[in-house]
C-alpha cells in the first residue's frame, strides 16, 4: 500500500503533545508526497496543519481501529508504537477498570491505588488449568502458566517482577505466591504453603516502609524460590534478600517513615510484656520521626504488629526469641535519642552520664554501660608499633552511632531472614522450584546516590536477560512456523554493563578508591573522568566536577559522587561491635559472630564493618572485607545465573499517578515507566517483525466475506486465504505463510479490516436501498387502499341515508295504525270490566246464603259428637282407676315378699363374703346405716298409714254427712245434688283441663327442651364456624399484614436446614478425605474403628450403659419393675446403674391412677345426683331401691377408702424420693452402702405390691358401678313398658274421684320424672357445650399466644429470630422424644419378653430342624444325582440367606470387592443390596448379633475399599451408590417401624426384622451415600469440565454466527499442549446421556439422578458464567446468541429425559440471563431499567463486569458507554449483593435420600449362578 492510500481523507493518527504525551487527529483531505504539511482535526473539532520533515518523510502514527482498541495483548494491535499502547492501555484502566494486559510475553500490571475483588479463591479456581491468553489477563494467568510449564517440560521457572516503587510489585509478588499455594498445596501436614505466605507480613515490616510514591514501598529486592516435588507439592520455600536500604534506619525525607516495624512496636508499648522496652509514641524517638508525620491513613499499626507476631509464630520463632527481636529493634531506637554533646575544642565529645536512653540501649542489648558510652565517643588507631585511643569529633560521633546502628539493623534482618528460611526449609528432595523475584525497578531522582546506582546496574542485567529472552522466542515462533529467519536489530545494553562491571569499570574503580587510605569521593569522580570519557554511555555534567552520568537504556541518570566511598566500606568501628559481642543475651552475641570469610545468601547481611583493631598484616585488605558494591556484584551474578537456568515470566508494574488517586492515568508518568520497564522495546522487536499472527480458520471465518464465490468451491482453506492474501495485499513482503498461521507485518491487519468494514458498508448500502425501496411500495399500496376504503364508506353513507329515509316513513305509517287500535281497544275493555263486576256481586251474594245455611249444620253435628264423646270418656276413665288401685295393691305385696326374700339372702355370710371380700370391718357400717334407713322407712311407713287412715276417716265421715243430708232435705235436695254433680263435674273438668295443661306445658317444655337443644347444636355449630372465620381471618391477616416476614423466615429456615445439611455432609466429606489420606499415609491399612451396635438406646441411658456394659433398669411403667428389682438382683448390687426413671415412671403412674380416681370420683357423684332425683319419685316402700341405695353407699365408701390409700401411697413415694435422694449423696460419698440400696430394693416392692392390690380395688369398684348402671338402665327400660301395657285396657269404664284424684298424683309424679329426665340432659348438654366453649376458648388462648409470639418474634432481629424458633422446636421435640423415649421403653420391655419366649421356641424349632435335616440329608444322599438341576419351589423359600461364619470373607469378595457391574446387567436392580439383607435377617432370624455386625462391618469397608480402587469410574460408583440406597430402604422397610411399612404388604411385613434395632447402621450407610454421592458428582464433574468452556462459549453451534478477533498470544505454543481440545456441545449432551443410562440401568433412586444433574447443571452454569466474566473476547452479541441456543438444547434434553423438575433449569438462570444481557440494547436510560429488571440472578458486579467487558465483533456495533455502566450501578445500589464476583463451581447442594421403598419380596428374587454364591442356603 503506497503512502497516499494509507493517509487518506478521514484516517485518524496520532500526533505529539506536550500534556497528554500523544493526541489524536483526523485528516482533512489526502496527504500527496512531497506535500510539507497535513491538514488535520483535532478532537475539539479545532482544524490544525501539522508540518512535516520532508527529509526524514517522519509521518505521524497511524491510530488502529476502534475494533482492536481495548485489545488484551498489545501485540494484537495492527499498528504497534507507543502512542497505540499508551491509548489501549488507558481505555483498558479507566473506561473497563482492567489493570492487567498482555505485552507478548510481558504482563503490564497498574497500580489501581484501590482493593478490587479479583483475587478472592474463586477467581484462583477460574484461572488453574486455563491456558495462558485463554482468559483475561491476570497475574493468576502468569503464575498458573508457569506451574503447568513446569510440570509439563519439567524445567524449573521464574517470575520476574519489577517496576518503580509504589507500582504494586510486592503485592503482585504475594499473589503470584498466594496463587502457588492455593493451587498446589503441601504434600505433608506441614503447612508449608501458608508459613511461605506468613512470611510476607514479617518481610514487609521489617523491609518495607512509607515513601514519597508508595505507603508500602519494598525498601530491598528478594527473590523466593518455591520448592516441588515429583507431584508438583509445595515442599519448602527459600528467600535471597538483595541490598537493603539501610540508610533509612537513621533517616528519612520528608513525608516518608522508617520501617514499619519502628511504628509496630510504639503501638504496641503500652502492652504488659513490653513495659521493659521503655518504648512511647513514635514521635518521641529521632530515628522514627524525621519524616513528619508517622502515621498512615487507613493503617493500624498495633492490628499488623499483631500479625507480624502470629507469622513469627507460625515459622516457628520461638517467644524467647520475639522478645529478643523487639529488644534489639528498640534499643536501635533508644539509641538514636542519645544525646551526644561537643566539648569546647570541637574535638572531642561527651555523654552524660545519666542518659536515660544509654541506659535502656544497654540494658536491652545486655551489654555494659560504661564500655558502650567511652567507645561510642572514641576510637582506635593501630600502627606498626603502638595503639592510640582518639577523641572523635560530633559529627564522626554521630556518624559512628548512625553506623552502628545500620549495622545492627542490618544483622538483625539477615537473622530473621535465616531464621525464615530455616522455617521453610524441607528435608525432602526437591524435584524443581518456581522463584518469585521481586525487585526495585528502574529509579531517577533529583539527586541519586550509590543505592539508585545499585538498583539501575541490577535493571540493565535484567533488560539484557529479558531482550535475549524475547529475541530468542521470537526466533523460535519463526523457526516453528518455517518462516525465513531475518535478524531483527534490538538494543544491547551489554556496553553499558562492561562499563559498570568490567575490569576498570565504575565498581572496579570504587573498590580499589576504598582500598586507598585517604580516598575520597572527589579523587574517584576524577579517575571516572579519566577512565570512561570516551565511552558512549558514560558523560561528565558541565557544571560539575563531583558527579557523573551513565546513558542507561531507560534514560540518561546523573550521579552524585558524595557518599559513595562511605556506603560502599559501610564501616562499623570494631570496639562497639566487640562489646555487642559479650553481651548476656545469647542471641545478641550470636548476631556478631558470622562467618567474614564465606559469601553470604543475602546482601544485606554480608554488610562488613571495618575494624582495625589488631588487623595481621600478612593478610590482604581485600581479603580482610568485601566492599558493597562487590557483594551486590556476586549476588547479581548468582542471580543471573539462576536466571538464565529457569524459563523467566515478566511482570512489569506501572505506577499511574503519583498522588496515589485510584484509577487516574497521567500519560507522562506511564509513558516513562512503559520505556524504562521494556514494553516499548518488546513491541519494537514485534514491530520489527511480524506481529500480527492468524490461523488459518480463524483468518478464515473474519474475513470470509472478502472471498469470491468461486474461491469457496475450494475445500483447502490455507489455498484460499493464500489466494485472497496474493489478491488483496500486494507486496509480498507484508505477509508470511507459516505452517499454522499467517503472519502480517504492521498494518496489514488495519488494512484488512478497512477492506472489510468497506465490503460491510457496500452490503449495507445495497441493503438500505432495496429496504427503502420496499418501503415506498408499501406506502404506495397502503395510500390506495385507504383510497378505495374512503370510496367505499362514502358511497355506504349516502346508501344509508335513502334507506334511513324509507325506514322512517314507514314507521310513521305503523305508528298511526297502533295508535288507532289501542283507543278502539281501551273503549271495549272499559264496558267488558263493569259487566263482569256487577256478574261477580250477584254471585257471591247466592253462595254466601248457601254456605251459612250448611255450616250452622254442621256446627249442631259437632255439639252432638262432643257431649257423646265425654260421657264415653269418663266411663272409661271410672274403670281404668279401679283396674289400676287393684293392680297396684298386688304389685305391693309381691314386692314386700321379695323383698323379704332378698333381705335374708343379703344377710347370710356367703353373700356378705361374696360381696365384701376384704372389707368385713365395713360390715358394721353398712348395718347401722341400713338400719337407719331401716327406721326412716318405718317412720315413712307409719306416717302414710296414718295420712290413709285420716282419709279414709274424712271419707267415711263425708259418705255420712252425705246420707244425712239426703235424709233431712229429702226430696227436695235434688236440685242440689244435680248442683253438687255439676260443680263435681265441673272440678272434674277442671282437673281434666289442667291436666291438659300440663301435659300442654309439658309437650311444650319438651319442645322448647328439644329446640334449646336444637339452638345449643346450631350455636355449636356457628361457634366452629367463627372459630373456622377466625382462623381464616388470622390466615389471611398474617397473608397480608406479615406474608413478606413469613415467607422470608420460611426461606430462611430453609436456608439455614440446607446450609446445615450442606455443612454436616461436608463434614462427611472432609472425614472421607482424611480417611483416604490417612490410608494413603500407611500403604493400604484399613482403618480399624468401633462400630456401633445394633440398638439404638434413649439418650439418657447411653452413658450409664457404655460405663458399666450392663442394661441400664429403666422400665415403662411401675408395674414392670419386677422385672427391674429381678434384673437388679441378677446382675448384683454393686454392678446395677442407679437410673431415676424408675422413680420417675412410678410417679407418673400414681399421677395416672389419681386422675382414674378423679374421673370414678366424678362418675359416682353423678349417678348419686341421679339416684337422689329418682328417689322422691319412687315409692318410699321400695326396699330394692334401697338395697341399690346401700351399693351405692357402699362404693362411694370403698372409693373413699381408695382415695386414703393413694394419699398414703403418694406420702410414701416422697419419702421413697427423699431416700433415694439421700442414698444417691450417700452414694457418691462413700461409693455405695449394700443395706441402703437394699431398703430401697425392699421399699421399691412394697410400693408395687400396694400398687397391684389397689388396680384390683380399682377394677372391682368399676364393675360394680357398670353392673349398678346396667340394672338402672333395665329399669328405666321396664317402666315405659308396663305404662305401654297398662296405659288403655280398660279406658271405657267408669272412673271415681279418689281414682282421678290417685290418677291425678300420678300423672304429676311421672310428669317430675320426666322433667327431671329431661333437666338432666339438659345439664348433659350443657356440660357438652361449655365443654366446647372450653375448647375454643383454649384454642383462642393457644392462637392468641402463637400471634404474641409471632409479633414479638418478628422485633427480634433474625439471628435472634432463628434462636427463639430453635428453642421453640427444641422445646416441642424434647416433648415429643420423652414420649417416643416411653413408648420405646414399653416396646423394649415387650421386645425382652418376646426374645425370651422366642429363644425358648427356637430353641425347640433348631432340634426339630437338626432331626428334619439329618433325615432329609440321607434321603438326598440317594437322590443327589437326579436333584441337581431341580430347584427350590417358590412358596417354600423365606426369603433368608444362611451362610457359615467361615464364608463371610468369601460372601464380601464375591458381592462386593470383586464384583462387576456389567456382569449383573439383566438382573434385578440392586440385586446385590437384596441379597445382603437377606443374609442379615437371617442372622437377626437366629438371633446372631455378632454376625450382623460382622457382615454390615465387612461389606461397609468392602464398598470402601472398591470406591477407593475406582475413584474415578463413574459405572462403578454409581453401582454401589444405588446398591448403599436400596440396603438402607431395606433396612428401613423391614425395620418394623411404622413409618416406614405404610406401603408393604402383608408378604413384606413378614420380612420385617424380628430381634435387632439397626438404627445406627442406617446412620452409617446414609453417611457412606452420601460419600458415595459426593464422589459421583466428582467423576462426571472431572468428565464434563473440560468440555465446558469449549463447548458452550467457543464452539459455534450456530454456523457463522460468530467472527473472530485478533488476539496477540492466544492459544500460542507455549500455552497450550499438543492436541485439539475443542468439543461440541453434542459432547456433553453425548456424556450426560451416558451419566443418565448408567445411572436408571443400575436403579438409582430417581429423586438421587435429579439431584445429580441439578449439581452437573449448576456446575455448568457456574465455569460457564465465571469464564464469561473473566475472558473479554466472548463477551459480545454473537455470544450471547450461541449461549441462549445452547441453554435451549440443554433444556430441551432436560424435558426429554423428564428431567425438567430437578430444578436444573433454576440453576442455569445466571448464565440464561447473562446470554441476555449481551443481547439487550444498552444506550438509553430506559435500557438501564430494563437490564436491572431482567438481570435478578446476576450480582452488581457481575452485571457491570460484562458491560465492561462488552466487545463488539464488528465495525457496525457501538461499545457500551461509561455513563451507560454508572447509570446501571446507581440504579443497582440498592441491592444488597454479595462482594464476590465469580461463582464457586465446586459448591455442592446438599444431597437428600427420600425413602424409597420396594415392591419386591424377599421371597421372589433369584441369585444367578454368576455370583458364585453356591455357599448361600436358602432358607
Not at 511461605?196 to 523466593?224: C, H, Q, W
Amino acid at each position: 500500500m503506497s503512502v497516499s492510500e494509507l493517509y487518506s481523507q478521514y484516517t485518524r493518527v496520532w500526533i505529539p503533545d506536550p500534556d497528554e504525551v500523544w493526541r489524536s487527529a483526523e485528516l482533512t483531505k489526502d496527504y500527496k508526497e512531497g506535500e510539507k504539511s497535513l491538514q488535520l482535526r483535532l478532537e475539539d473539532e479545532t482544524i490544525q496543519e501539522y508540518p512535516i520533515d520532508v527529509q526524514k518523510n517522519q509521518l505521524p502514527f497511524l491510530r488502529n481501529p476502534d475494533i482492536l482498541v481495548g485489545e488484551n495483548d498489545l501485540t494484537a494491535l495492527s499498528y504497534l508504537h507507543e502512542p497505540a499502547v499508551l491509548h489501549n492501555l488507558k481505555v483498558r484502566f479507566l473506561e473497563s477498570n482492567h489493570i492487567y494486559t498482555y505485552c507478548g510475553i510481558v504482563l503490564v500490571a497498574i497500580n489501581p491505588y484501590e482493593q478490587l475483588p479479583i483475587y478472592g479463591q474463586d477467581v484462583i479456581y477460574a484461572y488453574s488449568g486455563q491456558n495462558m491468553g485463554d482468559m483475561d489477563p491476570h497475574i493468576f494467568a502468569v503464575a498458573e502458566e508457569a506451574y503447568k510449564q513446569m510440570a509439563r517440560d519439567e524445567k524449573n521457572q521464574s517470575i520476574i517482577v519489577s517496576g518503580e516503587s509504589g507500582a504494586g510489585k510486592t503485592v503482585s509478588a504475594k499473589y503470584a505466591m498466594r496463587y502457588f499455594a492455593t493451587v498446589s498445596g503441601s504434600a505433608s501436614d506441614t503447612n508449608i504453603e501458608e508459613k511461605v505466605l506468613a512470611s510476607s507480613p514479617i518481610m514487609e515490616a521489617i523491609g518495607n516502609a512509607k515513601t514519597t510514591r508508595n505507603d508500602n514501598s519494598s525498601r530491598f529486592g528478594k527473590y523466593i524460590q518455591i520448592g516441588f516435588d515429583k507431584r508438583y507439592h509445595i515442599i519448602g520455600a527459600n528467600m535471597r534478600t538483595y541490598l537493603l536500604e539501610k540508610s533509612r534506619v537513621v533517616f528519612q525525607a520528608d513525608d516518608e517513615r522508617n520501617y514499619h516495624i519502628f511504628y509496630q512496636l510504639c503501638a504496641a508499648a503500652s502492652l504488659p510484656e513490653f513495659k521493659e522496652l521503655a518504648l512511647t509514641c513514635a514521635e518521641d524517638f529521632f530515628y522514627a520521626s524525621q519524616g513528619g508525620d508517622t502515621s498512615i491513613e487507613g493503617v493500624d499499626d498495633a492490628e499488623d504488629f499483631e500479625k507480624t507476631r502470629q507469622a513469627f509464630t507460625l515459622l516457628g520463632v520461638r517467644e524467647s526469641h520475639q522478645i529478643s527481636i523487639f529488644k534489639i529493634i528498640a534499643s536501635i531506637l533508644h539509641l538514636g535519642n542519645v544525646e551526644i554533646q561537643a566539648e569546647r575544642d570541637g574535638e572531642s565529645c561527651s555523654i552524660s552520664p545519666g542518659d536515660e536512653h544509654l541506659s535502656n540501649f544497654c540494658r536491652l542489648l545486655g551489654v555494659e554501660h560504661g564500655q558502650m558510652e567511652h567507645w561510642l565517643c572514641h576510637r582506635k588507631l593501630v600502627t606498626t608499633s603502638e595503639t592510640y585511643v582518639k577523641t572523635m569529633s560530633l559529627q564522626q560521633v554521630v556518624n559512628a552511632r548512625n553506623a552502628l546502628a545500620k549495622h545492627i539493623y542490618a544483622q538483625l534482618f539477615g537473622w530473621i531472614v535465616e531464621h525464615i528460611n530455616k522455617a521453610l526449609h524441607t528435608s525432602l528432595k526437591q524435584h524443581s522450584f518456581i522463584g518469585v523475584l521481586d525487585i526495585y525497578g528502574f529509579e531517577t531522582f533529583e539527586v541519586n546516590s550509590f543505592e539508585q546506582f545499585c538498583i539501575n546496574y541490577a535493571n540493565e542485567k535484567l533488560q539484557q536477560q529479558f531482550n535475549s529472552h524475547v529475541f530468542k522466542l521470537e526466533q523460535e515462533e519463526y523457526m516453528k512456523e518455517q518462516i525465513p529467519w531475518t535478524l531483527i536489530d534490538f538494543y544491547d545494553n551489554q556496553p553499558c554493563i562492561d562499563l559498570i562491571e568490567a575490569k576498570l569499570g565504575i565498581l572496579d574503580l570504587l573498590d580499589e578508591e576504598c582500598k586507598v587510605p585517604k580516598g575520597t569521593d572527589q579523587n574517584w569522580a576524577q579517575k571516572l573522568y579519566d577512565r570512561h570519557s570516551g565511552s558512549q554511555h558514560f558523560q561528565k555534567p558541565r557544571m560539575s566536577n563531583t558527579a557523573f552520568i551513565v546513558v542507561h537504556f531507560a534514560d540518561k541518570v546523573e550521579y552524585l559522587s558524595d557518599g559513595f566511598l562511605e556506603k560502599n566500606r559501610d564501616t562499623v568501628y570494631e570496639e562497639q561491635i566487640n562489646i555487642l559481642k559479650a553481651s548476656k543475651f545469647p542471641l545478641v552475641a550470636d548476631l556478631f559472630h558470622d562467618d567474614k570469610d564465606s559469601v553470604p545468601a543475602t546482601a544485606s547481611s554480608s554488610k562488613i564493618s571495618v575494624r582495625s583493631a589488631r588487623p595481621p598484616l600478612k593478610t590482604s585488605n581485600k581479603e580482610h572485607k568485601k566492599t558493597v558494591g562487590h557483594q551486590f556484584r556476586t549476588s547479581l551474578h548468582l542471580l543471573m545465573e539462576t536466571l538464565n537456568a529457569t524459563t523467566p515470566h515478566y511482570v512489569r508494574c506501572i505506577k499511574p499517578n503519583d498522588e496515589k488517586l485510584p484509577f487516574h492515568f497521567d500519560p507522562k508518568r506511564a509513558v516513562q515507566q512503559l520505556r524504562a520497564c521494556g514494553v516499548l522495546e518488546t513491541i519494537r522487536i514485534s514491530a520489527a517483525g511480524y506481529p500480527s499472527r492468524w490461523a488459518y480458520h480463524d483468518f478464515f471465518n473474519r474475513y470470509r466475506v472478502l472471498i469470491k464465490k468461486r474461491e469457496l468451491a475450494n475445500t483447502d482453506k490455507k489455498a484460499i486465504c493464500r489466494s485472497v492474501l496474493e489478491s488483496l495485499i500486494k507486496d509480498p513482503d507484508k505477509f508470511q505463510f507459516g505452517r499454522t498461521k499467517i503472519f502480517f507485518r504492521a498494518g496489514q491487519v488495519a488494512y484488512l479490516e478497512k477492506l472489510r468494514a468497506d465490503k460491510f458498508r457496500a452490503a449495507t448500502i445495497m441493503i438500505q436501498k432495496t429496504v427503502r425501496g420496499w418501503l415506498q411500495k408499501v406506502k404506495y399500496r397502503r395510500l390506495k387502499g385507504a383510497t378505495l376504503t374512503l370510496q367505499r364508506y362514502c358511497r355506504g353513507l349516502l346508501a344509508r341515508r335513502l334507506a334511513e329515509h324509507l325506514r322512517r316513513t314507514q314507521a310513521a305509517v305503523v305508528l298511526q295504525k297502533q295508535y288507532r287500535m289501542q283507543r278502539a281497544r281501551q273503549a271495549y275493555q272499559m264496558v267488558r270490566r263493569a259487566t263482569v263486576v256487577i256478574q261477580a256481586f250477584a254471585r257471591g251474594m247466592f253462595v254466601r246464603r248457601i254456605y251459612h245455611q250448611v255450616l250452622r249444620e254442621h256446627k249442631a253435628t259437632i255439639i252432638q259428637k262432643h257431649v257423646r264423646g265425654w260421657m264415653a270418656r269418663r266411663h272409661f276413665h271410672r274403670l281404668r282407676g279401679a283396674a289400676i288401685v287393684i293392680q297396684c295393691g298386688f304389685r305391693r305385696l309381691r314386692a314386700k315378699q321379695e323383698l323379704k326374700a332378698l333381705k335374708i339372702e343379703a344377710r347370710s355370710a356367703e353373700h356378705l363374703k361374696r360381696l365384701n371380700v376384704g372389707m368385713e370391718n365395713k360390715v358394721v357400717q353398712l348395718q347401722r346405716k341400713i338400719d337407719d334407713q331401716n327406721k326412716e322407712f318405718k317412720t315413712l311407713s307409719e306416717q302414710l298409714s296414718a295420712v290413709t287412715s285420716t282419709h279414709a276417716m274424712e271419707v267415711e265421715k263425708l259418705k255420712k254427712e252425705l246420707a244425712h243430708y239426703q235424709q233431712s232435705q229429702g226430696e227436695d235436695s235434688s236440685p242440689q245434688l244435680q248442683e253438687e254433680v255439676k260443680s263435681l263435674r265441673m272440678e272434674l273438668q277442671r282437673a281434666h283441663s289442667e291436666r291438659k295443661v300440663l301435659e300442654d306445658t309439658h309437650t311444650r317444655e319438651k319442645d322448647e327442651l328439644r329446640k334449646r337443644v336444637a339452638d345449643l347444636e346450631q350455636e355449636n355449630a356457628l361457634l366452629k364456624d367463627e372459630k373456622e372465620q377466625l382462623n381464616n381471618q388470622i390466615l389471611c391477616q398474617s397473608k397480608d399484614d406479615f406474608a413478606q416476614n413469613s415467607v422470608k423466615e420460611n426461606l430462611l429456615m430453609k436456608k439455614e436446614l440446607e446450609e446445615e445439611r450442606s455443612r454436616y455432609q461436608n463434614l462427611v466429606k472432609e472425614y472421607s478425605r482424611l480417611e483416604q489420606r490417612y490410608d494413603n499415609l500407611r500403604d493400604e491399612m484399613t482403618l480399624v474403628k468401633q462400630t456401633p451396635g445394633h440398638r439404638r438406646n434413649p439418650s439418657n441411658q447411653s452413658s450409664l450403659e457404655s460405663d458399666s456394659n450392663y442394661p441400664s433398669i429403666s422400665t415403662s411403667e411401675v408395674g414392670d419393675t419386677e422385672d427391674a428389682l429381678q434384673q437388679v438382683e441378677e446382675i448384683g448390687l454393686e454392678k446395677a446403674a442407679m437410673d431415676m426413671t424408675v422413680f420417675l415412671k412410678l410417679q407418673k403412674r400414681v399421677r395416672e391412677l389419681e386422675q382414674e380416681r378423679r374421673k370414678l370420683q366424678v362418675q359416682l357423684e353423678k349417678r348419686e345426683q341421679q339416684d337422689g332425683k329418682r328417689v322422691p319419685a319412687e315409692q318410699p316402700k321400695n326396699d330394692l331401691e334401697l338395697d341399690q341405695d346401700a351399693d351405692l353407699a357402699y362404693n362411694s365408701l370403698k372409693r373413699q377408702e381408695l382415695e386414703s390409700e393413694n394419699k398414703k401411697l403418694k406420702n410414701e413415694l416422697n419419702e421413697l424420693r427423699k431416700a433415694v435422694a439421700d442414698q444417691a449423696s450417700a452414694h457418691t460419698a462413700a461409693h455405695g452402702a449394700p443395706d441402703g440400696y437394699s431398703l430401697l430394693l425392699n421399699q421399691l416392692k412394697l410400693a408395687h405390691e400396694e400398687l397391684e392390690v389397689r388396680k384390683e380395688e380399682v377394677l372391682i369398684l368399676r364393675t360394680q358401678i357398670v353392673s349398678a348402671d346396667q340394672r338402672r338402665l333395665a329399669a328405666k327400660s321396664s317402666e315405659p313398658n308396663i305404662n305401654a301395657r297398662t296405659s288403655w285396657p280398660n279406658s271405657e269404664k267408669h272412673v271415681d274421684q279418689e281414682d282421678a284424684i290417685e290418677a291425678y298424683h300420678g300423672v304429676c309424679q311421672t310428669n317430675r320424672l320426666l322433667e327431671a329426665q329431661l333437666q338432666a340432659q339438659s345439664r348433659e348438654h350443657e356440660e357438652e357445650v361449655e365443654g366446647l366453649k372450653a375448647q375454643v376458648e383454649a384454642l383462642k388462648e393457644e392462637l392468641d399466644k402463637q400471634q404474641q409470639t409471632f409479633c414479638q418474634t418478628l422485633l427480634l432481629s433474625p439471628e435472634a429470630q432463628v434462636e427463639f424458633g430453635v428453642q421453640q422446636e427444641i422445646s416441642r421435640l424434647t416433648n415429643e422424644n420423652l414420649d417416643l423415649k416411653e413408648l420405646v421403653e414399653k416396646l423394649e420391655k415387650n421386645e425382652k419378653k418376646l426374645k425370651k419366649q422366642l429363644k425358648i421356641y427356637m430353641k425347640k424349632v433348631q432340634d426339630l430342624e437338626a432331626a428334619q435335616a439329618l433325615a432329609q440329608s440321607e434321603k438326598r444322599r440317594h437322590e443327589l444325582n437326579r436333584q441337581v438341576t431341580v430347584q427350590r419351589k417358590e412358596k417354600d423359600f423365606q426369603g433368608m440367606l444362611e451362610y457359615h461364619k467361615e464364608d463371610e470373607a468369601l460372601l464380601v469378595r464375591n458381592l462386593v470387592t470383586e464384583l462387576k457391574p456389567q456382569a449383573l446387567a439383566g438382573t434385578v436392580p440392586c440385586l446385590p443390596a437384596y441379597i445382603l439383607y437377606m443374609c442379615i435377617r437371617h442372622a437377626d432370624y437366629v438371633n446372631d448379633d455378632l454376625k450382623v455386625h460382622s457382615l454390615l462391618t465387612s461389606t461397609i469397608n468392602g464398598i470402601k475399599k472398591v470406591l477407593k480402587k475406582h475413584n474415578d469410574d463413574f459405572e462403578m460408583t454409581s453401582f454401589w451408590l444405588s446398591n448403599t440406597c436400596r440396603l438402607l430402604h431395606c433396612l428401613k422397610q423391614y425395620s418394623g417401624d411404622e413409618g416406614f411399612m405404610t406401603q408393604n404388604t402383608a408378604k413384606q411385613n413378614e420380612h420385617c426384622l424380628k430381634n435387632f434395632d439397626l438404627t445406627e447402621y442406617r446412620q452409617v450407610l446414609s453417611d457412606l451415600s452420601i460419600q458415595i454421592y459426593q464422589q459421583l458428582i466428582k467423576i462426571a464433574e472431572g468428565l464434563l469440565q473440560p468440555m465446558i468452556v469449549s463447548a458452550m462459549l467457543e464452539n459455534e453451534s450456530i454456523q457463522g454466527l460468530s467472527g473472530v478477533k485478533p488476539t496477540g498470544y492466544r492459544k500460542r505454543s507455549s500455552s497450550m499442549a499438543e492436541g485439539d481440545s475443542s468439543y461440541c456441545l453434542e459432547a456433553i449432551i453425548r456424556q450426560m446421556n451416558s451419566f443418565h443410562t448408567i445411572m436408571c440401568d443400575q436403579g438409582l433412586d430417581p429423586e438421587i439422578i435429579l439431584q445429580v444433574f441439578k449439581q452437573l447443571f449448576y456446575m455448568i452454569n457456574a465455569v460457564t458464567l465465571n469464564n464469561l466474566l473473566l475472558r473479554k473476547d466472548v463477551c459480545s452479541w454473537s455470544t450471547g446468541m450461541q449461549l441462549r441456543y445452547n441453554i435451549s438444547q440443554l433444556e430441551e434434553w432436560l424435558r426429554g429425559r423428564n428431567l425438567h423438575q430437578s430444578g436444573a433449569v433454576q440453576t442455569m438462570e445466571p448464565l440464561i440471563q447473562a446470554a441476555q444481557l449481551l443481547q439487550l440494547k444498552k444506550k438509553t436510560p430506559e435500557d438501564a431499567e430494563a437490564i436491572c429488571s431482567l438481570c435478578t440472578a446476576l450480582s452488581t458486579q457481575q452485571i457491570v463486569k460484562i458491560l465492561n467487558l462488552y466487545t463488539p465483533l464488528n465495525e457496525f456495533e457501538e461499545r457500551v458507554t461509561v455513563a451507560f455502566i454508572r447509570t446501571i450501578q446507581a440504579q443497582l445500589q440498592e441491592r444488597n449483593d454479595p462482594q464476590q464476583l465469580l461463582l464457586d463451581f465446586k459448591h455442592m447442594f446438599p444431597v437428600l435420600f427420600p425413602f424409597n421403598p420396594s415392591s419386591l419380596t424377599m421371597d421372589s428374587i433369584h441369585i444367578p449362578a454368576c455370583l458364585n454364591l453356591e455357599f448361600l442356603n436358602e432358607v
